[in-house]
Every structure is written in structure tokens, then in C-alpha cells.
């Protein structure tokens, strides 16, 4: 072909997406849409497609858009992510213009600004505020789901598109279940694309898909991340989604006491289970209030303590709970050595992970646990955990830490139940 049309067919997104990377033209019952929510595994073109529908937006081009959007919101996770992934990245905003038309980046402004006037500002999710007063025609929100204040930065968000006839919004994510995602789901002005992991094979690593499809083909983080299937809570497991929306608080008032619980690997290396780390404290009512996950995979023990003294450090905690089942004295020996000064409480488990977390899920049903701000990757363990372990067939070391802490809090007072036994 000549150089000419292989330009012309290069710049048309149009005839090289995939089905799942263009929206519908209209919702199910014939109206204008006003939030085109693509679900995909990791890898299934997410990105390269918010980025093609801001790029038309800013544009003006057919057929993802029919006038220009002069004012555009990007919102993720951090400011970080936005412009690691969405703008700088292998397939962000900047990647998808031809040389001629591609955006001035501001970093120290954060924003984009077009040769046509068109300006596109980043926020944080993690700062819901800063989308009170900015106006939009459009906006792209990226892995919305993982997202630690999602209904806070989704409200002020729609608060903000406000500008020209028809202001909408595209959101790009792999599944969690939240209520926040599924009530946009089920949104009549809401269209729907999905896609798995495999769906965008050409342009994947072969190695990567083998790797991934051998580790997790079949199990629930897998069909949540390859396939982008929203999982529900699992009938026989200790906790719902619904029971910690409900646990859920903003902050936490003053706290007679706080603990960082560790639930140290076996072993160590890139096989190794990960080290749960999490703080909790309880105030003078009795409630339990969760603080922070700070788990850490494949770490040493020498990275795994200094992550849990800092964290001690930090939140200015009164003791390290410590699991000592597996190498007590080599535990308390590198956090010793590390700081001699934090206060260790060792803790032996004397029976199965199933009956030490049974107390604990009784206290949350009793509305005894908050969990200020959201705990992702911890809550997921904790509603896929039953009888028979994590359906992945892991350990569940965020949970156990979880566990630990309430325990060494709520569970060691008279009438509060089954104890846990101190050393």
C-alpha cells in the first residue's frame, strides 16, 4: 500500500479496535448514553481505549464524537497512576496522537492542552475536593473499582460534567465487587462493554498468558482479573460485601489502644506467602476500628519488619502482635535487631484458621469492627474465606493479621468470648 493510506488507516481507531473498545451508539432502551463503563481483565485494551475516546473527544473526530469536548476530567487512582498510565504511558493519551496533533503536557499543572484550545485536567481519586468547582464536557475515570474513595470522587465527579448538550463519561476498569460498580451497572443511562484477558492476546507477551492462565485459570482472583468477571460473595465464607459496606467509616475517634498485628511467611523468596501486616485499635466504646493493610509479598524478613515497625511508627501504635508459630525466636530476633526498643507481643495459633477468625466475624456481625476507608485486596481475602480455606487455595496472610489484631484487642477482655493465647 502507499505510505499515504497506511497513514489514513493508522490514524482510524475505528477499523482496528476491538468490538469491546467502541461504544454502543445508544443504551437498551434507544437513549443517549451518559457513562460507557468497559470492564476487561488486566491486558484487555482498557487503556487504548480511554485513551482513543479522550483523544477523539479533544478532536472532535467521528464517530466517537461529533463536536469537541473543550474542557475533560481524568481521574485515577493517584495522581501518579494517572499520568504514569494514562498519559505517559505505552498506551495513554500522549502514545495514541499522531506526531502533529499530540497535546502539550504541563506535569507541574497537571493537564493536557490540545492545539485547539481543548484542555484535559488530572485529579486523584484520592482527593475527592479538588473536583468541587472545575466544570467538564467529558471525563475518563480509570480502575474506578480499586479506587480507596470511590463514591465520594464519582459524586463530586458528576457534579462537575456539566458543560454542552450532552456531557458524558467513560470508565475503564477491572471488576471488584462494590456497590458503587454495580449500581452503575445498573444504570439505565449506562452501556456496558466486556472483555477477557484473551480477547487482546495478539498484543500480549505469549509467556505472560501461559503464565498467568497456568497460575490462575479456573480460580476467583483469576476469573476476576483475566476474565473481568465481577465475583460476588462466596455463599459459605465468614463475611459479605454487604456486611463490611455496612463496617465501613471515614474516620476513627480516639483510640485507647492500637496494635500492629503481623503474620510473618514461612519462608521467603518470590514463592513465598505474603507477610500480613495490619493495624487496628479500639476506643472506649469497645468498637474495634481497622486502621491499615500494609501487607507486603515476596519480602525478606528484614523488609517485612521494617514495613511493620514504620507502620508501628507511624500510627504511634502501643505493641507489634506477632505470630510466632512458624520461627518465634527468629521473628522477635529481627525486629530486635532492627528497633530493641518496639514493644513485641508474641501469639501462638493453637487452632485452625477457620475457628481463630470465627470470634472475629462474629464481632464484625455484631457491629463491633469498622473499617476506616477501604481495605481492597484484605476485604477480598475476607469475603472468599470459608471452611475450607481461600478459593485460591492461598494462604489468606491479610486476613490472618486482620484476625490477630482484633483478637489481641476485643477477644482478651472478661465475656468477650474465646481467647487467644499470649506469650
Not at 465520594?152 to 467513560?170: E, S
Not at 481497622?290 to 504511634?316: C, F, G, Y
Request: aromatic share 6%; with cysteine; net charge neutral.
Amino acid at each position: 500500500m502507499p505510505a499515504a493510506e497506511i497513514r489514513f488507516l493508522a490514524d482510524r481507531w475505528d477499523v482496528f479496535a476491538h468490538d469491546h473498545q467502541i461504544p454502543p451508539e445508544r443504551t437498551a432502551s434507544g437513549e443517549a448514553w451518559l457513562t460507557w463503563l468497559l470492564i476487561g481483565g488486566r491486558g484487555a485494551g482498557k487503556t487504548r481505549a480511554g485513551a482513543e475516546w479522550i483523544r477523539a473527544q479533544a478532536l472532535g473526530l467521528p464517530p466517537l464524537a461529533d463536536r469537541k469536548a473543550g474542557r475533560i476530567a481524568l481521574v485515577g487512582e493517584t495522581e501518579h497512576d494517572v499520568r504514569e498510565v494514562m498519559i505517559e504511558g505505552v498506551s495513554g493519551i500522549l502514545s495514541v496522537h499522531q506526531r502533529g496533533e499530540r497535546p502539550v503536557w504541563t506535569p507541574s499543572r497537571r493537564r493536557l492542552q490540545w492545539h485547539n484550545g481543548a484542555i484535559a485536567e488530572v485529579f486523584s481519586a484520592e482527593d475527592p475536593d479538588s473536583l468541587r468547582g472545575p466544570q467538564f464536557h467529558c471525563a475518563w475515570s480509570d480502575e474506578m473499582a480499586k479506587w480507596r474513595q470511590a463514591e465520594a470522587a464519582f459524586d463530586m465527579l458528576q457534579f462537575g460534567l456539566r458543560l454542552g448538550d450532552h456531557p458524558r463519561q467513560i470508565i475503564t476498569t477491572t471488576p471488584r465487587p462494590g456497590a458503587l460498580l454495580k449500581r452503575l451497572m445498573a444504570d439505565p443511562g449506562t452501556v456496558i462493554t466486556h472483555a477477557a484477558t484473551l480477547a487482546n492476546a495478539y498484543h500480549l507477551a505469549p509467556n505472560f498468558l501461559q503464565n498467568v492462565l497456568r497460575r490462575y485459570a479456573g480460580t476467583r482472583l483469576g476469573r476476576q482479573e483475566l476474565n473481568g468477571e465481577i465475583i460476588d460473595d462466596r455463599p459459605d465464607a465468614l463475611w459479605s460485601r454487604t456486611l463490611l459496606e455496612q463496617c465501613r467509616v471515614s474516620g476513627a475517634p480516639s483510640l485507647q489502644r492500637i496494635v500492629v498485628a503481623v503474620d510473618p511467611p514461612a519462608t521467603s523468596g518470590k514463592r513465598a506467602d505474603a507477610c500480613g501486616i495490619v493495624a487496628a485499635g479500639i476506643a472506649e466504646s469497645g468498637a474495634v476500628y481497622v486502621l491499615a493493610d500494609e501487607s507486603v509479598a515476596h519480602a525478606t524478613p528484614t523488609m517485612w519488619a521494617n514495613k511493620a515497625i514504620a507502620l508501628w511508627r507511624r500510627l504511634q501504635a502501643d505493641a507489634l502482635v506477632v505470630e510466632v508459630n512458624q520461627g518465634g525466636d527468629m521473628v522477635r530476633t529481627v525486629i530486635n535487631e532492627i528497633d530493641a526498643g518496639v514493644p513485641v507481643t508474641s501469639v501462638r495459633a493453637n487452632r485452625n484458621k477457620w475457628l481463630r477468625a470465627e470470634p472475629v466475624a462474629t464481632l464484625y456481625e455484631q457491629g463491633r469492627v469498622r473499617h476506616v476507608g477501604g481495605f481492597a485486596e484484605l476485604e477480598d481475602e475476607m469475603c472468599d474465606f470459608a471452611s475450607t480455606g481461600l478459593s485460591s487455595g492461598k494462604s489468606p496472610d491479610r486476613l490472618d493479621a486482620l484476625v490477630w489484631a482484633v483478637a489481641s484487642l476485643a477477644l482478651n477482655r472478661p465475656g468477650d468470648g474465646p481467647r487467644i493465647r499470649m506469650l
